[in-house]
């Protein structure tokens, strides 16, 4: 079930999906869910051409090869897909940011957490079976270890923009990057049929999710923006939200049930890899909850210099 929150979608029930694959446990208080796989339509909503993105300079004290962060410049873009119940087409604005370049990966997840949760062992395989609320510890932690202020409160689970420190992009930035000034379905056509040399999906990632950055980056030079794992955003889920989407840097609702998770991953078909493709599930807070093999993420930074500026005003 794609939306959980949507009335529409009964008839694609994730309980259904992943005891057909025979690899759910289901715990109590959990109320995990998969996306469906049901296939629509492709659609092209228009993407207002951007400035691009450029990279950051240098790396961090944390990170390995695989945690140089790219430069996303800001604009204006049209977020959503017309042929998506939940997401209606609309103009955005997004203010320029710093997103990894490559989903976090396991060395640096331990390198940072101590541990390392993933079934599928491997040093530069991106990290899985983390929750959203796993990947918001990470995110202080990273934090911390670089001396940089952190943007959630571990208690009430809010984030502040404001900080200085890593956390999750929002819905719209993750967009917003994915798309990369491109106006059509997919970041390089409307066909699916390019879509093996960029991502890791059912067709061609053998049952598993793979090392991080062997497929061609997007136009801005995000490797594995979309498939191998679903990344978590910030947002709070909401079927209508767009209805009532702020134009400027939105951040999504302020309270919910689900978080957002976006982009496809190893086990699902090419559709959930087009960018405006949304889905939801449980952040787990409690320790009861637990993630799935399906679920990774990738940090964001506010871009320093515009923080700078606005600081000297």
Same mark, same amino acid.
């Given at each position: 079930?794609?939306?959980?929150?949507?009335?529409?979608?009964?008839?694609?029930?994730?309980?259904?999906?992943?005891?057909?694959?025979?690899?759910?446990?289901?715990?109590?208080?959990?109320?995990?869910?998969?996306?469906?796989?049901?296939?629509?339509?492709?659609?092209?909503?228009?993407?207002?051409?951007?400035?691009?993105?450029?990279?950051?300079?240098?790396?961090?004290?944390?990170?390995?090869?695989?945690?140089?962060?790219?430069?996303?410049?800001?604009?204006?873009?049209?977020?959503?897909?017309?042929?998506?119940?939940?997401?209606?087409?609309?103009?955005?604005?997004?203010?320029?940011?710093?997103?990894?370049?490559?989903?976090?990966?396991?060395?640096?997840?331990?390198?940072?957490?101590?541990?390392?949760?993933?079934?599928?062992?491997?040093?530069? +395989?991106?990290?899985? !079976? &983390?929750?959203?609320?796993? =990947?918001?510890?990470?995110?202080?932690? %990273?934090?911390?270890?670089? #001396?940089?202020?952190?943007?959630?409160?571990?208690?009430?689970?809010?984030?502040?923009?404001?900080?200085?420190?890593?956390?999750?992009?929002?819905?719209?930035?993750?967009?917003?990057?994915c798309r990369a000034g491109t106006t059509t379905a997919f970041f390089f056509g409307d066909s699916?049929?390019?879509?093996?040399?960029?991502?890791?999906?059912?067709?061609?990632?053998?049952?598993?999710?793979?090392?991080?950055?062997?497929?061609?980056?997007?136009?801005?030079?995000?490797?594995?923006?979309?498939?191998?794992?679903?990344?978590?955003? +910030?947002?709070?889920? !909401? &079927?209508?939200?767009?209805? =009532?989407?702020?134009?400027?840097?939105? %951040?999504?609702?302020?309270? #919910?049930?689900?978080?957002?998770?976006?982009?496809?991953?190893?086990?699902?078909?090419?559709?959930?890899?087009?960018?405006?493709?949304?889905?939801?599930?449980?952040?787990?807070?409690?320790?009861?909850?637990?993630?799935?093999?399906?679920?990774?993420?990738?940090?964001?930074?506010?871009?320093?210099?515009a923080s700078g500026a606005a600081a000297a005003r």
């Open positions: 079930m794609a939306r959980i929150l949507s009335p529409f979608f009964f008839g694609r029930s994730s309980l259904a999906w992943f005891a057909a694959v025979g690899m759910m446990v289901w715990l109590p208080g959990c109320d995990q869910q998969g996306p469906g796989e049901a296939t629509k339509p492709l659609s092209g909503p228009v993407v207002e051409p951007s400035a691009g993105a450029e990279r950051s300079g240098g790396t961090n004290d944390v990170s390995s090869p695989r945690g140089e962060m790219i430069l996303i410049s800001g604009g204006r873009f049209m977020m959503g897909d017309k042929n998506e119940v939940d997401a209606t087409p609309h103009e955005v604005s997004v203010s320029s940011f710093l997103m990894d370049k490559f989903l976090v990966t396991q060395a640096l997840y331990e390198r940072v957490m101590g541990s390392n949760p993933s079934r599928w062992k491997g040093d530069q +395989n991106p990290v899985e !079976q &983390v929750r959203w609320s796993d =990947a918001v510890r990470f995110c202080n932690r %990273r934090s911390q270890l670089e #001396g940089l202020e952190p943007c959630y409160n571990l208690e009430t689970w809010s984030c502040n923009f404001q900080a200085t420190g890593y956390r999750l992009p929002t819905e719209a930035e993750w967009e917003y990057a699916a049929s390019k879509l093996g040399d960029y991502a890791w999906f059912e067709k061609n990632a053998g049952g598993r999710p793979r090392p991080v950055g062997q497929k061609l980056p997007n136009p801005w030079g995000l490797h594995d923006i979309v498939g191998n794992v679903w990344e978590w955003c +910030n947002d709070f889920y !909401q &079927v209508d939200y767009y209805e =009532a989407f702020p134009r400027q840097d939105p %951040r999504g609702p302020e309270s #919910g049930t689900t978080k957002v998770v976006r982009g496809g991953a190893w086990k699902f078909n090419d559709q959930h890899c087009r960018p405006g493709y949304r889905h939801n599930e449980n952040p787990g807070y409690a320790d009861v909850c637990f993630g799935y093999d399906i679920y990774g993420f990738r940090c964001v930074r506010a871009d320093p210099a």
